[in-house]
């Protein structure tokens, strides 16, 4: 196993608070395509929000932004380069809410790229607003300050729900809030890149992140917080899987 | 293939000439009159093995076009009024990234609720800039078929000479009219041309290219002298214009596009009649050929902007050309193509002193 | 050398018409320009299409006065017929447009296009007719080389149809100069 040793992908530190959930996932997928051996075929990217970080740090060609429209980006690359490994690394603000239509085109398209979905429940880089899709109810953000009310905002959604009446390649949730969840995490994402090596369909793989900053909580009590609240709303496992990489 | 001359659509014309050119992406959004672009592209992008996509919406059409601009695809989009709104944050981050790709903006006018017309309202959002940022696109206008393909084939080379957005602004009119075109030689691009694109082709030790806001990449300073020097390039290098009638006239029409064929038929009819009148069209519209109005002779009493809208967009350019050093008046119509009797008469009143030169609002 | 306009409802061919038109104009070397109206005209029960054939560098595709004018139904005769020039002419259908009288300031001359289309058995050939009889009427064209071109122009299309040429020769011979 790839132990401790890191990621020769990974070129420099990134700038994520203490205790966030993106360089869990920055992490895996550099060691999941140095495994694989296609880094060198890699192009990420990113969203103009956190995750916007993982650009420099990690040591892809790579591109970031317009917010929300990754899935949209992710399409024109690979179209006109069928054989690069394409991912796009998001937050839930882009991939959900803003770019809702440009993911579930992408899904609906059944493009070949792999898309890797932070769902901390929050905006994170504006300073931690509410993400209609997946704040949970009665939670506490900067644009909810009574909690969240969901006559006013509707209630959050499953996405993986949403697209699992699409004939898509892969989607499956997983999370970083102990060890055994972030090894099932690793395989999902690495599945991923695996359909796309395989000139398979869309996979998406959300993942349960936590974001002590903006929740105003200690690392801990985010994992926490994950396990016991957010999975219980947005279970982990996985949602499709036509077959794919074998 | 070899060149020929045929009839075609504006519109066609445009995606044609495009496809030859080299341009093997394409992704858009129906709406009127710009749909045969999208159309033509369907129909006719396999053959030269490139991609069609028809987007979920504008944004998304826009940001398939700029993954694609960024791996190295020569790419275009193409759309009409409120559509070509939604192209802005587009077109913004191209510019801001410095990446080439030909953005086309048929014209109609207004909104178009129930009724679609031809016009010019969408001057300033091309040539200005509809969206946000520290940026300068080439706009060009064409004013026939034919020059919807030159221009458009043209278009492509000047985006990635400049790594530039280039606009092909054309107009209701010219995207529906049939005309023969001298179609150019099909040429293929390379898309592994450019240093600094997305590739899967990077070897391990290779410096990994990242594709975002230039500066990032190559510093500040570097950057805004760059910019600096290429705003000024291509405003020096890239002027285009056409003088119809100008070495003895009086008053001087100033049109583009559909408004300049009408013209055309003025200035012809009107010397018929004795009235010396001449044309000056602007071809690129940014930048706008200052060079046509530099040592204005005495003759010239004026300038007349004949425009299909009613806020004489272009006015301000023309003044700022002749550096107001004659009166500008305007002819401006809206979404009625404009009638050569009707300019004739005008520009009659003009030298009659019967018309007051305009204010440009 | 010629500003005309062609029109009727929707559905008779009109715009097909005006771009045989213009197919075998470039074929005699002429400079042409085909443009439709669409948006209002279409919604006040006529669709028309403006042609340009001209010798020099064409200025408005969208003629002001014109030299000819077809018109396939009476509501284009009554809107169009304003902007025929002096001397101009007027091609009518006279199965649809049923004047008692006609100006004499212009060459007026009759088809009964739609009749003879049924007659042939080829009732979407109104507009075929009408160009035969522009064909008599303005001279502007052989008539053999206007066949020739045509079946060219249908060829390219892929819809050849031996009922078109007849078409031609019918409504050239039946046109009548009022």
């Given amino acids: 196993m790839a132990g401790m040793k890191k990621p020769e992908s990974i070129v420099q530190t990134a700038g994520y608070c203490g205790g966030c959930g993106h360089g869990i996932i920055q992490r895996l997928i550099a060691e999941s395509v140095e495994e694989l051996g296609i880094a060198e075929k890699t192009i990420a990217v990113v969203d103009i929000a956190c995750a916007y970080w993982s650009l420099d740090a990690l040591n892809f060609d790579g591109i970031a932004g317009p917010h929300g429209r990754c899935a949209s980006v992710a399409t024109g690359i690979k179209k006109v380069r069928p054989d690069a490994n394409v991912y796009v690394h998001a937050g839930d603000g882009c991939s959900y809410v803003i770019g809702l239509a440009e993911t579930c085109f992408a899904a609906a398209r059944d493009i070949p790229i792999t898309m890797i979905v932070v769902n901390n429940g929050i905006f994170g880089m504006t300073g931690g607003q509410l993400c209609l899709a997946t704040t949970l109810e009665g939670d506490w953000t900067v644009s909810s300050v009574k909690g969240r009310n969901v006559e006013d905002t509707g209630k959050p959604f499953d996405v993986l729900q949403m697209l699992k009446s699409m004939d898509i390649e892969f989607a499956a949730r997983g999370a970083v809030y102990d060890a055994k969840h972030i090894r099932e995490l690793k395989k999902y994402i690495k599945k991923g890149f695996e359909n796309q090596r395989d000139k398979k369909g869309f996979s998406i793989i959300e993942v349960l992140s936590p974001c002590p900053t903006n929740w105003k909580m200690t690392p801990v009590q985010a994992m926490e917080k994950i396990k016991d609240e957010t999975e219980k709303i947005f279970p982990t496992g996985v949602f499709v899987d036509r077959g794919g990489a074998k | ?361 | 050398m010629a500003d005309i306009i062609l029109a009727g409802f929707g559905g008779q061919g009109v715009l097909t018409a005006g771009l045989i038109l213009i197919n075998v104009a470039v074929k005699q070397d002429k400079n042409v320009t085909w443009t439709s109206s669409y948006g209002a005209e279409m919604r006040g029960g006529t669709a028309s299409c403006s042609v340009v054939i001209s010798d020099e560098e064409i200025g408005s595709p969208y003629p002001t006065k014109l030299d000819v004018l077809l018109a396939l139904n009476e509501p284009s005769y009554d809107k169009f017929l304003p902007m025929v020039r002096e001397g101009g002419t007027v091609i009518v259908n006279s199965s649809l447009v049923k004047k008692e009288n006609y100006p004499d300031n212009v060459n007026v001359w009759k088809i009964a296009a739609t009749d003879l289309a049924n007659e042939q058995g080829a009732a979407r050939n109104t507009n075929i007719y009408m160009l035969g009889a522009f064909v008599k009427a303005t001279g502007m064209m052989e008539k053999d080389f206007f066949i020739e071109q045509m079946n060219a122009y249908f060829e390219k299309k892929g819809k050849i149809n031996p009922a078109n040429a007849v078409s031609i020769e019918r409504g050239y011979e039946l046109a009548e100069k009022v």
């Fill in chain 2, 1 to 361: 293939m070899s060149t020929e001359k045929i009839l075609m659509k504006g519109n066609e014309a445009i995606a044609e000439a495009a496809l030859r050119a080299g341009c093997r992406f394409y992704a858009g959004y129906p709406i009127t009159p710009q749909s045969e672009i999208l159309e033509y592209m369907a129909a006719h992008m396999k053959e030269w093995g490139g991609t069609f996509i028809q987007g979920e919406n504008e944004i998304a059409s826009m940001s398939m076009l700029w993954g694609a601009a960024a791996a190295g695809a020569r790419c275009m989009s193409s759309s009409s009024g409120p559509g070509y709104d939604l192209k802005q944050e587009g077109i913004s981050y191209l510019s801001s990234y410095n990446l080439p790709a030909v953005i086309v903006d048929v014209m109609r006018y207004g909104t178009g609720d129930g009724e679609i017309t031809e016009g010019q309202d969408s001057y300033w959002e091309a040539v200005r800039g509809g969206g946000h940022g520290d940026k300068r696109c080439i706009v060009l206008a064409p004013a026939s078929v034919d020059e919807c393909a030159k221009l458009t084939y043209e278009a492509f080379d000047l985006a990635e000479k400049y790594r530039n957005v280039v606009i092909i602004l054309s107009d209701g009119a010219i995207s529906q009219m049939v005309e023969q075109c001298t179609l150019p030689e099909a040429k293929e691009h390379d898309i592994n041309k450019f240093d600094w694109t997305l590739t899967e082709t990077k070897k391990k030790e290779d410096k990994k290219n990242k594709v975002t806001n230039l500066d990032r990449t190559i510093g500040k300073p570097a950057f805004n002298s760059m910019m600096r020097e290429k705003f000024k390039t291509m405003f020096e290098t890239e002027q285009r214009w056409e003088e119809v009638e100008t070495e003895d006239a009086e008053l001087i029409l100033v049109a583009y596009g559909i408004s300049s064929r009408v013209c055309k038929t003025a200035v012809r009819e009107a010397r018929k009649k004795g009235l010396k009148l001449g044309l000056i069209r602007p071809i690129s519209v940014w930048p706008y050929p200052r060079k046509a109005f530099e040592n204005i002779p005495d003759h010239v009493k004026g300038y007349v902007t004949v425009e299909m809208s009613l806020s004489s967009q272009m006015g301000e350019d023309i003044l700022l050309a002749c550096k107001h050093q004659r009166p500008l008046y305007g002819y401006l119509t809206a979404e009625d193509v404009p009638e050569p009797e009707g300019l004739i008469e005008y520009c009659e009143k003009i030298l009659a002193g019967e018309i007051e030169a305009m204010e440009v609002l």
